[in-house]
């Protein structure tokens, strides 16, 4: 645990982690905070048009307190009440498929949702998985270490023996020819 490499090592892959999870995490809140964003943007229109439509309910309303008043009237305006009923009809059932609409699209952030959380345990399983890898790694590096440690040792001790061979074979070459 003194060898500089170690450390060095130790700490590459504790910054990698480190990084990686910042990473991950700073992904994961982008993705919520965008549809977090569209959702609001979303029931913001929707709350536009309930206020139009209760605009239209409160105008059909003060029409309707007008014809208590006079009977006369109401036998005539009977006609365009029904007409105006028919497109508010018309428009409570565009509302009812768009909240249908709304909700489906709701149902889909949901599973969605679920999906990135699966996704996001499948990372930390994987994560896991890279850990047990790197600590094998770590263990594999230390004996490739200690037997590169006792390949230098043998290295040199054949270099001490090659160069004892060198001056015998000079020595030799120096008796049996003489210069």
Excluded: N, Y
């Amino acid at each position: 645990m003194t060898e500089p490499q170690i450390w060095t090592i130790i700490g590459v892959l504790a910054a990698s982690t480190v990084g990686l999870a910042a990473f991950m995490t700073q992904t994961l809140q982008r993705s919520v905070a965008g549809l977090r964003d569209e959702m609001v943007g979303r029931f913001t229109a929707l709350d536009g048009r309930v206020e139009r439509l209760e605009g239209r309910f409160d105008r059909l309303e003060h029409k309707v307190d007008g014809l208590e008043g006079d009977m006369r009237v109401v036998s005539e305006k009977v006609d365009g009440l029904e007409r105006d009923m028919r497109v508010v009809s018309g428009k409570v059932d565009g509302l009812d498929r768009d909240m249908r609409v709304l909700s489906g699209k709701v149902d889909g952030l949901e599973r969605d949702m679920r999906a990135m959380s699966e996704k996001v345990d499948g990372l930390d399983r994987d994560m896991r998985v890279v850990s047990e890898k790197v600590d094998g790694l770590d263990r594999d590096m230390r004996v490739v270490s200690g037997k590169v440690d006792g390949l230098d040792r043998d290295m040199r001790v054949l270099s001490g023996k090659v160069d004892g061979l060198d001056r015998d074979v000079r020595a030799i070459s120096e008796q049996i020819l003489p210069e």
